[in-house]
């Protein structure tokens, strides 16, 4: 990494490339950073590109005419078109997985057979492509099960049913979509949390420990979603889980190396603490994800954008045997609209407006947000303490208003 101002360009839209942004901007090495998609909501930290993240070509020719030093795909979309491997092909500076490495995270059925071939403790599953195969599974199963698609479409992908009944009339209305692929497991009660590590390819550190809320309403009832709202670190992940979390992900960067497809970039482990130091392992994440991303960088005391080169570089293993935290707690919520189209009000009362990581919503020329129908941003507050954050946090939701508003109000309770 040269001495001079980096230029960085974020492929991929919503709280995580907002997060990411704001995060980068605090660095003295950084000079400008743009976000391409535009998600529409201007912002002070970076500069919005109306470019698809899976126009490789485009982004290419974006990062040349205006000397991008180093590009981060945080994106579905982005990594799956392999920007990775198109940008090093082009001798480009991009952190993050080729496709093949990350077709762990990115495909949910890829995924589970992975974590099966390296022995790593998962749920009870079954792979389906024909929905009479599925209900023979279904017939053995103990309820719930989680039924999903193998890739991420929308909520509407999966549901966690609790009699066969439900689950047969799911599974008839997924193939009835033309879905190909249906992953079926056995729903694991407990604990749920991911622990983020930072890896080159061949060495990983880990980052912190997050605690998930993923269904839809308090005391986890309603839908089961990628996530509502978290909060950092996460007290009940031990140091025992930890080392033997390394191990698993020791064993992923092996597989995939043999492969010829080291994993470099963030990686997510999520999993269910099922007893004070045991666990299982439900899937991987390519990156930071949208209810967790500020909740992880602003427990970062480290310079990314150093950490970042030095696994582009080849430097990592030599140069960091752990990602310096700065003992701070986050918590955040996904605030979500059930109308499209309705006045935000209040955002203009909350002390930092960067504590705002925006997904669906639109401002218009006198500054006024509107909601999209569906999750419109995520809050985070950050503070000394987990209980003081979630004090911070709450403070501001209740100044938040909107006809159709939800959150959960559970989070860290």
Same mark, same amino acid.
């Given at each position: ?28 090495? $950084?000079?400008?950073i743009?976000?391409?998609?535009s998600?529409?909501?201007e912002?002070?930290? &970076?500069?919005?590109?109306d ?46 997985? %080729? ?16 974590? &099966? ?13 024909? $929905? ?27 549901l966690? %049913?609790?009699t066969?009944s439900?689950?047969s009339?799911?599974?008839?209305n997924?193939f ?21 590590f930072?890896?080159?390819?061949y060495?990983?550190v ?34 025992v ?34 007893d004070?130091d ?27 954008v ?24 986050? $918590? ?19 002390d ?8 669906? %919503? ?28 979630k004090? &911070? ?16 109000s559970?989070?860290?309770?």
């Amino acid at each position: 990494m040269n001495n001079g101002k980096k230029k960085i360009l974020i492929v991929g839209s919503g709280a995580v490339s907002s997060a990411l942004g704001t995060k980068l901007k605090q660095t003295s090495e $950084v000079e400008e950073i743009f976000v391409a998609p535009s998600n529409g909501i201007e912002s002070e930290e &970076y500069t919005n590109v109306d470019l698809r993240e899976d126009d490789l070509t485009g982004l290419l020719k974006f990062v040349l005419d205006n000397e991008i030093d180093l590009t981060i795909p945080v994106g579905e979309k982005s990594l799956k078109a392999d920007i990775v491997s198109f940008f090093q092909d082009n001798g480009q500076n991009i952190f993050g997985p %080729c496709a093949e490495a990350c077709r762990i995270a990115l495909n949910k059925s890829y995924g589970k057979k992975f974590l &099966y071939k390296i022995h790593a403790q998962t749920s009870k599953f079954g792979v389906f492509d024909k $929905v009479q195969l599925a209900e023979d599974w279904l017939r053995t199963a103990n309820f719930p099960v989680l039924i999903r698609t193998k890739e991420n479409n929308s909520h509407g992908d999966r549901l966690v %049913c609790p009699t066969i009944s439900l689950a047969s009339e799911f599974l008839d209305n997924l193939f009835s979509k033309s879905e190909t692929e249906i992953l079926i497991e056995e729903f694991t009660f407990g604990h749920n949390f991911t622990v983020y590590f930072v890896t080159d390819g061949y060495s990983a550190v880990p980052v912190t420990a997050v605690s998930n809320y993923k269904f839809t309403t308090d005391g986890d009832g309603g839908f089961y979603t990628n996530g509502t709202g978290c909060f950092a670190p996460d007290y009940k992940v031990s140091e025992v889980v930890f080392s033997r979390l390394e191990n698993v992900v020791k064993n992923v960067l092996t597989s995939l190396e043999r492969k010829n497809s080291p994993y470099l970039g963030f990686l997510g482990v999520d999993c269910t603490l099922v007893d004070e130091d045991k666990f299982v392992v439900n899937e991987f994440k390519p990156f930071l994800q949208d209810y967790d991303a500020a909740t992880v960088l602003n427990s970062v005391e480290d310079d990314l954008v150093r950490i970042f080169y030095a696994c582009i570089e080849g430097l990592f293993a030599d140069e960091y045997n752990e990602v310096k935290t700065n003992g701070f707690a986050s $918590v955040s919520a996904v605030v979500s609209s059930r109308q499209y189209n309705k006045v935000i009000k209040g955002l203009d009362m909350i002390d930092d407006i960067g504590n705002v990581d925006f997904i669906g %919503c639109k401002k218009n020329l006198s500054g006024e947000y509107f909601t999209a129908k569906g999750e419109c941003f995520v809050l985070t507050r950050t503070a000394t303490t987990i209980s003081r954050a979630k004090e &911070y946090l709450y403070d501001d939701l209740n100044r938040i208003k909107f006809d159709g508003i939800k959150y959960r109000s559970d989070i860290c309770k």
